[in-house]
């Protein structure tokens, strides 16, 4: 009897043992279903929730509400109610219908002010004008956000104006409870350690074997002797990602040496500077009596000659048997030591067999700050016809002067695959052009001495929306000016520079406009893939007297490509559709970017 008796405890202690963990199972495995904020006054409902970590769908736990309570009373002291209890907060729990109401209960209780903030330093003659932003918190309630904003921006103060090596440190806070006002107080201490007020003495530079010394000098743009500035220093990678030589450029570092001069180290490391793109076909003949042609494009960029930061660049492209162009660049930075920039270039395009169009142009460029450039240039350029006999009218035989300014703004912070930034140029020319023949087409009612205006303008925006994830957009227009026009004239539009999805310069307009919006994801700093969505809009106006009707249309194209960074430079590939087109249909824009 005795014996069953034990067994019968035994099995009602292992039932109920087996029931406790299968209610705490359930219990656990339940959610949130809703939440009930009481007694807040200060604070809204919503940041309340917010503080305590959880949300209707969050899953229960063990110690949930210990927890819940913790964060609420951190969030509160940080705001000044250190003396807030929420001992009435607590869960309800419905087993049956498997919910599960979380009831917030806070007693806010009375919020403590700033009396009084005591700095403690061991020179008061410079940091005493630096620091009057800590008065105005005096009788203000207690914020530890608002306290450390402040000493962030005191220490950037001291950090621009040659304290690189300050430090304001929060030492203690006292509250405490005062008889005589019947209010909550709180006294802040804060510690500066300074340090010596520095000056760059030296600039050294590590990692360059083939760029001078004094070209990376240049381009920051710091002389020795300056008061250090932490806000001057975090702009000197952007600088040297512009000149394009470099694999992304880390902040420089700051030290004193022996003797106790301040010594800022730059380091770089070089990339490939000298790029080549090219591709070359052959067309066999079609027709007996024809021979084949070669076709392609050869693009050679030297952008930092021995090193000098000298630049030239060639390019070569063959469009069909008769169409082709040339263009040759060269850049000399620093004219006579002076932050003056003198470029020259030479183009020419042979179109069809219809004329040949040569442009020769120079231009000097005022570097007026690190992202601000002003330019002035001036260009010659001649339009021959073909001398075919019996050929039909194409162009006239023309020489043009052109003169103009141009405005750029850079503030980008790499070339190749900008996070932040804008690159904004406006240019205004104005052309004075004289037609010499052909001299059977010269008629007594024609303008022999035309003037033209030009309107150039280009705005690029960059923007990280989150982690490695970029927006970018580019608005572009041109416009021309004058009586008439030639064919010669005409801006053109289509291409991996402009409208993808179509074919290199398809249309042609005395006004155009294109757009170029970007959705990017970085692979590395410099390798993305991205996708687009290109507009396109080109104008150009009748002229009935010699049989030209109005041409107008606006263009989509849209797609997807990489652009990966290789030892040869940055290589853009993207597959491109327009309008309207299958998948067949799609172009490939393909090509080295280059930044000259």
Same mark, same amino acid.
């Given at each position: 009897?005795?014996?069953?008796?034990?067994?019968?405890?035994?099995?009602?202690?292992?039932?109920?043992?087996?029931?406790?963990?299968?209610? =705490?199972?359930?219990?656990?495995?339940?959610?949130? @279903?809703?939440?009930?904020?009481?007694?807040?006054?200060?604070?809204?409902?919503?940041?309340?929730?917010?503080?305590?970590? *959880?949300?209707?769908?969050?899953?229960?736990?063990?110690?949930?509400?210990?927890?819940?309570?913790?964060?609420?009373?951190?969030?509160?002291?940080?705001?000044?109610?250190?003396?807030?209890?929420?001992?009435?907060?607590?869960? %309800?729990?419905?087993?049956? +219908?498997?919910?599960?109401?979380?009831?917030?209960?806070?007693?806010?209780?009375?919020?403590?002010?700033?009396?009084?903030?005591?700095?403690?330093?061991?020179?008061?003659? %410079?940091?005493?004008?630096?620091?009057?932003?800590?008065?105005?918190?005096?009788?203000?309630?207690?914020?530890?956000?608002?306290?450390?904003?402040?000493?962030?921006? $005191?220490?950037?103060?001291?950090?621009?104006?040659?304290?690189?090596?300050?430090?304001?440190?929060?030492? +203690?806070?006292?509250?405490?409870?005062?008889?005589?006002? @019947?209010?909550?107080?709180?006294?802040?201490?804060?510690?500066?350690?300074?340090?010596?007020?520095?000056?760059?003495?030296?600039?050294?530079?590590?990692?360059?074997?083939?760029?001078?010394?004094?070209?990376?000098?240049?381009?920051?743009?710091?002389?020795?002797?300056?008061?250090?500035?932490?806000?001057?220093?975090?702009?000197?990678?952007?600088? !040297?990602?512009?000149?394009?030589?470099?694999?992304? *450029?880390?902040?420089?570092?700051?030290?004193?040496?022996?003797?106790?001069?301040?010594?800022?180290?730059?380091?770089?490391?070089?990339?490939?500077?000298?790029?080549?793109?090219?591709?070359?076909?052959?067309?066999?003949?079609?027709?007996?009596?024809?021979?084949?042609?070669?076709?392609?494009? *050869?693009?050679?960029?030297?952008?930092?000659?021995?090193? =000098?930061?000298?630049?030239?660049?060639?390019?070569?492209?063959?469009?069909?048997?008769?169409?082709?162009?040339?263009?040759?660049?060269?850049?000399?930075?620093? !004219?006579?030591?002076?932050?003056?920039?003198? &470029?020259?270039?030479?183009?020419?395009?042979?179109?069809?067999?219809?004329?040949?169009?040569?442009?020769?142009?120079?231009?000097?460029?005022?570097?007026?700050?690190?992202?601000?450039?002003?330019?002035?240039?001036?260009?010659? %350029?001649?339009?021959?016809?073909?001398?075919?006999?019996?050929?039909?009218? =194409?162009?006239? @035989?023309?020489?043009?002067?052109?003169?103009?300014?141009?405005?750029?703004?850079?503030?980008?912070?790499?070339?190749?695959?900008?996070?932040?930034?804008?690159?904004?140029?406006?240019?205004?020319?104005?052309?004075?052009? =004289?037609?010499?023949?052909?001299?059977?087409?010269?008629?007594?009612?024609?303008?022999?001495?035309?003037?033209?205006?030009?309107?150039? *303008?280009?705005?690029?925006?960059?923007?990280?929306?989150?982690?490695?994830?970029?927006?970018?957009?580019?608005?572009?227009?041109?416009?021309?000016?004058?009586?008439?026009?030639?064919?010669?004239?005409?801006?053109?539009?289509?291409?991996? &520079? $402009? !409208?993808?999805?179509?074919?290199?310069?398809?249309?042609?307009?005395?006004?155009?406009?294109?757009? &170029?919006?970007?959705?990017?994801?970085?692979?590395?700093?410099?390798?993305?893939?991205?996708?687009?969505?290109?507009?396109?809009?080109?104008?150009?106006?009748?002229?009935?007297?010699?049989?030209?009707?109005?041409?107008?249309?606006?263009?989509?194209?849209?797609?997807?490509? !990489? @652009?990966?960074?290789?030892?040869?430079?940055?290589?853009?590939?993207?597959?491109?559709?327009?309008?309207?087109?299958?998948?067949?249909?799609?172009?490939?824009?393909?090509?080295?970017?280059?930044?000259?």
């Amino acid at each position: 009897m005795f014996h069953n008796i034990k067994i019968f405890f035994l099995l009602l202690l292992l039932s109920s043992l087996c029931f406790g963990q299968s209610n =705490t199972s359930t219990i656990t495995n339940l959610s949130i @279903n809703n939440i009930e904020v009481e007694g807040n006054r200060t604070f809204s409902k919503n940041q309340i929730i917010e503080w305590c970590g *959880v949300n209707t769908g969050s899953k229960i736990y063990p110690g949930i509400v210990d927890s819940i309570k913790s964060r609420l009373a951190s969030n509160f002291a940080a705001r000044g109610y250190e003396y807030a209890d929420f001992d009435g907060t607590s869960m %309800e729990y419905s087993i049956d +219908s498997q919910t599960v109401k979380l009831n917030i209960n806070i007693n806010e209780g009375e919020p403590s002010y700033n009396n009084k903030i005591i700095i403690s330093y061991s020179d008061s003659t %410079e940091l005493n004008s630096s620091l009057t932003q800590f008065e105005f918190l005096e009788g203000e309630i207690f914020n530890k956000t608002e306290i450390e904003d402040a000493i962030i921006n $005191s220490l950037s103060y001291f950090e621009d104006n040659g304290y690189p090596f300050i430090k304001l440190v929060l030492s +203690s806070v006292i509250f405490f409870r005062d008889s005589v006002s @019947n209010s909550n107080l709180a006294d802040i201490y804060l510690k500066i350690t300074k340090g010596n007020k520095s000056k760059i003495d030296k600039i050294e530079i590590a990692g360059n074997t083939d760029t001078k010394d004094y070209v990376i000098e240049r381009t920051l743009r710091l002389e020795t002797g300056e008061l250090y500035s932490q806000e001057d220093i975090n702009e000197l990678p952007a600088r !040297l990602n512009r000149l394009s030589y470099f694999e992304p *450029v880390s902040e420089p570092e700051f030290y004193l040496n022996s003797k106790n001069e301040g010594v800022l180290l730059i380091s770089v490391k070089e990339k490939q500077t000298n790029n080549f793109d090219g591709i070359i076909g052959y067309i066999p003949a079609v027709n007996p009596g024809q021979s084949g042609y070669l076709t392609g494009l *050869v693009n050679i960029s030297l952008r930092n000659l021995f090193g =000098t930061g000298r630049a030239a660049a060639v390019r070569w492209q063959q469009f069909d048997r008769f169409s082709q162009e040339l263009e040759l660049k060269y850049l000399e930075p620093w !004219l006579f030591n002076f932050p003056f920039n003198f &470029n020259g270039s030479f183009f020419q395009r042979k179109q069809d067999s219809s004329y040949v169009q040569r442009n020769l142009k120079a231009g000097l460029q005022f570097l007026a700050t690190e992202d601000i450039s002003a330019a002035v240039f001036v260009s010659s %350029e001649s339009v021959i016809p073909s001398a075919l006999a019996n050929s039909p009218f =194409t162009v006239y @035989n023309s020489n043009a002067l052109t003169t103009g300014v141009n405005l750029t703004i850079d503030t980008r912070d790499d070339p190749y695959a900008p996070t932040a930034g804008i690159l904004f140029s406006n240019s205004y020319s104005f052309s004075r052009k =004289t037609i010499y023949g052909p001299a059977k087409y010269i008629t007594p009612e024609l303008q022999t001495r035309v003037s033209f205006k030009r309107i150039e *303008v280009g705005f690029n925006y960059y923007h990280e929306l989150f982690d490695r994830q970029v927006a970018a957009i580019g608005l572009h227009g041109r416009e021309l000016n004058g009586p008439s026009f030639e064919i010669s004239d005409l801006y053109r539009l289509g291409g991996t &520079n $402009s !409208l993808r999805g179509y074919r290199e310069d398809q249309f042609l307009g005395s006004r155009i406009f294109w757009s &170029n919006l970007e959705y990017r994801l970085l692979l590395t700093r410099r390798t993305f893939a991205f996708l687009f969505f290109d507009t396109g809009y080109f104008y150009r106006k009748a002229e009935p007297e010699r049989n030209i009707l109005k041409t107008e249309g606006f263009k989509i194209g849209y797609g997807l490509g !990489l @652009n990966i960074e290789t030892g040869l430079g940055v290589l853009g590939v993207s597959f491109a559709l327009a309008r309207g087109d299958s998948f067949s249909d799609g172009k490939i824009h393909f090509g080295l970017v280059n930044e000259f």
